[in-house]
């Protein structure tokens, strides 16, 4: 199933499938849905990794869920990890403070669990819950849920399953056996995983969403943008993060073309 072509096919039907998909996928981690959706809208804490790529792939064709990521910023970190323990009855099992290797917009991580349930929750000092996304390894994985949307930031590539490794990725000499069991899950699924961008079409360059000296943002034409029915949640929610802030970003890396001498830098921005 192409989650592209029904969404114009039939709306609504794929409308009531997406939040059923949504409602089943939270199910599998929080007791009570509604309230962990509010918490997402008042704190801008959003899910992404494997779990949010899950909702991009057809049921029967996705990969097997065992724990969610849920990205979160420090100024609401004490609000998120009270609703797990209090509200949701998880234990921290871990906590780290290291900055990994390619992800230095991480400020430290908390493994939580309950029972068989493993949530980590993954904090960042910048402005914005989406910016450590835009470290990933791949562009396969460059997918979230916010409160009320799911975003896909390569959506073409990913629906085709053809993903693009970071170019922070080498350009920093940094893959490590972990990175690179992290990509093998993806081709062994299926994908199609490259660090050359021409290896997955032909792309405009400069132009292209798809070139990655391209600069994009999380609200341009080429990210996918799906809006889940709104919830109905117990008691008047203030909200404070009405929309998710904007970022900006360039992949960046060696010039798409082999004889050019152009690297572009890596960008990450958050704009108000
Ligand atoms: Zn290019």
């Known amino acids: ?27 599998g981690f929080v007791k009570d849905v509604n309230d962990f959706i509010d918490l997402l809208e008042r704190t801008g804490t959003i899910i992404s990794g494997s779990s949010a ?9 996705a990969i097997a ?6 990205y979160g910023t420090h100024e609401f970190e004490e609000e998120v990890l009270k609703h797990f323990k209090e ?29 068989m349930q493993k949530v980590d929750l993954i904090i960042t000092e910048w402005a914005s819950a989406i910016v450590p996304i835009l470290q990933y390894h791949s562009t396969a994985v460059m997918n979230y849920m916010t409160a009320r949307t799911f975003v896909s930031l ?14 922070r990725m080498y350009l920093g000499d940094t893959a490590n ?13 299926g994908f199609r995983v490259t660090a050359e961008p021409f290896q997955l079409g032909i792309h405009d360059c400069l132009r292209s969403a798809y070139c990655p000296s391209t600069t994009r943002n999380t609200l341009d034409d080429n990210t996918l943008r799906w809006e889940f029915s709104k919830v109905k949640t117990v008691g008047n929610t203030t909200v404070a993060c009405s929309d998710m802030a904007i970022v900006i970003w ?16 890596t960008y990450i921005g958050v704009a108000a």
């Open 1 to 27: 199933m192409s989650f592209a072509k029904t969404r114009s096919e039939n709306e609504e039907g794929v409308r009531e499938y997406m939040d059923r998909r949504r409602e089943d996928l939270l199910k």
């Open 53 to 61: 790529l899950h909702l991009f792939q057809a049921k029967s064709a």
């Open 65 to 70: 869920l065992r724990d969610m990521d849920i």
């Open 87 to 115: 509200k949701e009855g998880y234990e921290v099992t871990l906590i780290s403070e290291r900055k990994t290797e390619y992800s230095s917009t991480i400020k430290k991580v908390y493994k939580m669990q309950k029972e």
């Open 154 to 167: 390569y959506p073409k590539w990913t629906n085709d399953m053809k993903s693009l490794v970071n170019p």
């Open 177 to 189: 056996i972990r990175t690179v069991t992290a990509l093998m899950k993806y081709v062994r699924h």
């Open 250 to 265: 360039r992949l960046g890396g060696d010039d798409c073309e082999e004889d050019g001498n152009n690297d572009s830098a």
